[in-house]
């Protein structure tokens, strides 16, 4: 057990996707069931979004603040979670697994603020655990305007774990992408 809460954030407009990411499906399960069951490590789980879809059955906690901006879920997950950890999740990272968040997990110290992978050159700021003592921290970001996970984590004690070519941070953006993920991964078209 992961003494931790995931937060899955589907708030995003999915605008190059045509469509929301997180209902799409890959090998017959949604993008946000395969994301769910992933963190089921996890003490407690949570979606996070602007509008609760209809008929929707997991727990789901409202966005905080009325801007769209991933910093907006972790703002959110961070004044709601119960425990010292956070992992805030995008839910278009449908190849992510249990092993990455317990790599993680594995490398927390007593000083680290956010455990967060490097991979492709770029840190997954949206895949991440981040410690809920950094809540003054977001908030007086938040106050200047600044609405960069990135600016706002260059401000904290990270340790950076490399996952150098992992393709499971592919960032499912396109209808394209979707095809290439199914293809490629799971060979089949739905």
Request: proline content about 4%.
């Amino acid at each position: 057990m992961i003494q931790a809460s995931a937060f899955i954030l589907i708030g995003g407009k999915s605008e190059r996707f045509g469509s929301p990411k997180w209902q799409a499906f890959i090998d017959g399960k949604s993008i946000l069931d395969r994301t769910w069951d992933v963190c089921s490590d996890f003490e407690h789980r949570f979606v996070i979004g602007k509008n609760e879809p209809k008929n929707f059955k997991k727990p789901f906690i409202h966005d905080e603040l009325k801007i769209r901006a991933p910093i907006n879920g972790l703002y959110t997950a961070l004044k709601h979670t119960k425990t010292d950890w956070v992992l805030l999740l995008s839910g278009d990272l449908p190849l992510v697994d249990v092993n990455v968040f317990q790599t993680l997990w594995d490398a927390r110290t007593e000083n680290a603020d956010v455990l967060i992978p490097l991979a492709n050159d770029k840190l997954q700021v949206v895949c991440a655990l981040y410690r809920k003592n950094v809540l003054p921290v977001l908030e007086s970001v938040l106050q200047n305007n600044n609405y960069s996970v990135y600016s706002f984590v260059e401000k904290l004690n990270s340790i950076k774990i490399e996952f150098d070519g992992d393709k499971r941070f592919w960032n499912m953006n396109t209808q394209d992408d979707l095809a290439e993920i199914r293809t490629c991964f799971f060979h089949n078209s739905e």
